[in-house]
Structures are given as C-alpha cells and as structure tokens.
C-alpha cells in the first residue's frame, strides 16, 4: 500500500526556518517526480515544488523560490523541504505528493504557522 | 504562474449532472493533455478523480468524467449524490514540472 506522511510541521516565528519531510513506503520511491502542495488556511491549493526521481531537476512556485529548497534521499525513501525567511504567508498545510497518473497519492498533510 | 479559474461554487440536486469549467492558457491547459481534478472534503487530503484530461483511477465511479476544448477543461459529475458535496480543483501541468492549480469550486447537493 502506498503511503505517505509528513512531519515536521508546527509554529515558527516570521524569518525562522523549518524542515518538512515526507516518509514514502509502498512503492519505488528512486521511481517517482515527487511534488510539494500546500494550503493555506481556507483558501486553495498551491503547487510549490517539483524534484526529478534521481534529484538533479528541482522546480519552485515563483513565491518561494530562493527561500525553499526541496531535496530527496532515495535510500531512505525520503522527501524534504527546508523552508527559511518564512512569513506569515507560508501559513499552511503542506502535503507531499506522487507525481503519477495525476497526483496519485497524497499524504496527510502537516501544518505550518508563521506568528510571533 | 497565475491560478487557473474556476467558478466559485456550483449546485444541483441529487440525480442531476452538474459541470465544472477551468479556464487556463495557452501555457498550461490549452499546451497540454495533462490536467487533472482532486476532489477535497473538509480536512482531509485531495484525491484525485481525472488525470490526463479523462482518464479515471481505478475506483473513481465513471459518473466522473473530464474534457477539454482550447484552454478550458471541464469535470461533470452525472447522477449526483450527496458524496459528491465537497471542493474540487483542476491542475495542469504548465512545462518543466511545473503545475498551477485551479481556485477551486465548491460543489453543494441540494
């Protein structure tokens, strides 16, 4: 069964930083394009990240680009995203996800707050 | 990278079809047959119910389906039933990995 769960999240002061990860189990991971999604609090989702299955290719939202940096280690089925100079608009649930007949597989999200 | 757009919300009764546009560019839906449409109920994740303009999962029912025309795909829901209540987004890929997502519609069983 594929699964996917995040951690990592929780409440950050505005220009703090945090690490997201995303543990993958059930499938090839080395496999798989693998996508960062977030949403924020009532409002829509947004695509933030793509990284290629062997990690050289990485693509970002215009809004976090120089501030995110998303990166994968294939031997421990594992996705991050390191988040620095957040702001309160970072504010969200951010989900990781399988890029895959659409985006196949979604976790269960891990929430971020920006507030002093 | 601007969202693409979707109508705000719409409703039908149980039984009626009900049909959700998503108007990109060029860039995205129009360059592309990879759009796809997640369907979102209050606090839990996106699950998607079309890829690839039509294609279903397996285990989506079939009264999901999705097309495109120019720059606009579109999801309809036939036979709606009261499970079907919940947000939708489309998404496309708009080059390079890159995807941009729709604003979303709430959909309302009557």
């Known amino acids: 069964e594929v699964q996917l769960v995040e951690s990592g999240g929780g409440l950050v002061q505005p220009g703090g930083s945090l690490r997201l990860s995303c543990a993958a189990s059930g499938f090839t991971f080395s496999s798989y394009w693998m996508i960062w999604v977030r949403q924020a609090p009532g409002k829509g989702l947004e695509w933030v990240a793509s990284?290629?299955?062997?990690?050289?290719?990485?693509y970002y939202v215009d809004s976090v680009k120089g501030r995110f940096t998303i990166s994968r280690d294939n031997a421990k089925n594992s996705l991050s995203l390191q988040m620095n100079s957040l702001s309160a608009e970072d504010t969200a649930v951010y989900y990781c996800?399988?890029?895959?007949?659409?985006?196949?597989?979604w976790g269960q999200g891990t929430l971020v707050t920006v507030s002093s | 990278q601007s969202a693409l757009t979707q109508p705000r919300s719409v409703s039908g009764s149980p039984g009626q079809s009900v049909t959700i546009s998503c108007t990109g560019t060029?860039?995205?839906?129009?360059?592309?047959?990879?759009v796809s449409w997640y369907q979102q109920h209050p606090g839990k994740a996106p699950k998607v119910m079309i890829y690839?303009?039509?294609k279903r999962p397996s285990g989506v029912p079939d009264r999901f389906s999705g097309s495109k025309s120019g720059n606009t795909a579109s999801l309809t829901i036939s036979g709606l039933q009261a499970e079907d209540e919940a947000d939708y987004y489309c998404c496309s890929y708009a080059g390079r990995f890159i995807f941009v997502f729709g604003t979303g519609t709430k959909v309302t069983v009557l």
């Open positions: 690839d303009v039509s």
């Open positions: 996800a399988r890029n895959y007949n659409g985006l196949g597989y």
């Open positions: 060029s860039s995205d839906v129009g360059g592309y047959n990879y």
């Open positions: 990284i290629k299955e062997d990690g050289s290719e990485k």
